[in-house]
């Protein structure tokens, strides 16, 4: 069973306690061990090595273990964030193909499906926890498209000035030759758009953070 869970509001006191305990099994060993909590929102240590193990968040080329399982908690903390937004104005129906398609872009990140499938096991996830897991993080992204999308204008001036500037410079950096204006104006007008809905985004998950209590105990 996932251990992705929210804390009921009788359960409050024994959050605290394990904020001094990690929790013990029946022998004595260590189970899970509390990385975050976001208001009453416990994140545990074992959903950070879980979301490690199947990559399910991209992991960038040449990043340390430890670096990585940062990225990863401060993922799963935005994502806490971003989808109790989400309820507020009701989370979208996702429909079942854009989730497998989600899946195998996943899977995609192991070299075989098999490697994949032997990652699910050891995580202790089932393949439908990771697609629910997907879902709530397709979920998300519906919501800001429909919120922060249609907000985002660039103009036939901006993407001129992108053009003559950062965009030549870093194609004459690499070797590459420049083409006219007119054959790249909408590759352009999309990376614009996609850098500024980034900003939007980290605005929008800045400010939820500023108005909720997020502390952070571990990472292992």
């Known amino acids: ?59 960038k080329a040449g990043q340390s273990d430890d670096d990585s399982r940062h990225d990863i908690l401060e993922s799963l903390i935005a994502q806490a964030l971003r989808f109790r937004d989400v309820e507020r104005f009701g989370a979208e129906d996702i429909p079942k193909d854009s989730i497998e398609s989600r899946f195998l872009d996943i899977q995609k990140r192991f070299p075989a499906a098999g490697d994949f499938a032997a990652a699910m096991q050891r995580a202790e996830l089932s393949p439908d926890e990771v697609r629910a897991l997907v879902k709530r993080q397709l979920q998300v992204e519906a919501y800001i498209q429909e919120r922060f999308a249609p907000m985002i204008f660039v103009s036939t001036d901006e993407i001129e000035a992108y053009y003559r500037g950062d965009w030549s410079q870093q194609r004459r950096q690499r070797g590459l030759s420049i083409p006219p204006l007119t054959e790249v104006t909408e590759e352009i007008r999309t990376l614009l758009k996609s850098n500024r809905l980034q900003s939007e985004i980290d605005r929008w998950t800045t400010q939820l953070r500023a108005r909720a209590n997020v502390d952070i105990y571990a990472r292992r």
């Not at 099994?25 to 959903?47: F, K, P, Y």
């Not at 879980?50 to 990559?55: D, H, L, N, S």
Request: glycine share 6%; net charge positive; no cysteine.
């Open 1 to 59: 069973m996932s251990r992705f869970r929210r804390l009921a509001d009788g359960g409050w006191r024994l959050a605290l306690l394990l904020l001094l305990l990690p929790i013990a099994g029946r022998h004595g060993a260590v189970v899970d061990r509390i990385a975050a909590l976001v208001d009453r929102q416990v994140i545990t240590v074992s959903e950070v090595s879980q979301m490690a193990e199947i990559r399910f968040f991209p992991r």
